[in-house]
């Protein structure tokens, strides 16, 4: 079974908003930390944004912290990602993971699903 399979990703205009989704194996829904990372064109992958299990604590990276949110469908096992101003700079491959995680630079990740490709233009 698909472990992680992200979707939503897509062209967007710059100030436009999307959002992403990523549906979980109930195993790995249950057991793990869910997140996103990102690597845009040419750059190193970074972390985006984390939440815990059962709906625990969330961490973003700065450079998202007030424009994305990060939740959890516990009945649907997904895990979302709003993003809400977007920029150029937010132009990237979308990756969900999942792991254990406690903090933007605090993180080990066990699994990652094979991304979804968001483009914002300027």
């Known amino acids: 079974q698909v472990q992680l399979m992200e979707s939503g990703g897509g062209l967007v205009q710059a100030g436009g908003s999307l959002r992403l989704s990523c549906e979980a194996s109930?195993?790995?829904?249950?057991?793990?930390?869910l997140a996103w990372f990102r690597q845009a064109p040419g750059k190193e992958r970074e972390f985006v944004a984390a939440v815990g299990w059962n709906n625990g604590p969330t961490y973003y990276a700065d450079s998202v912290k007030g424009r994305f949110t990060i939740s959890r469908d516990n009945a649907k096992n997904t895990v979302y990602l709003q993003m809400n101003s977007l920029a150029p700079d937010d132009t990237a491959v979308y990756y969900c993971?999942?792991?254990?995680?406690?903090?933007?630079?605090?993180?080990?990740?066990?699994?990652w699903g094979e991304g979804t490709l968001v483009t914002v233009s300027s």
């Open positions: 993971a999942g792991g254990s995680v406690t903090g933007a630079h605090n993180y080990k990740i066990y699994y």
């Open positions: 109930e195993r790995i829904f249950n057991a793990f930390a």
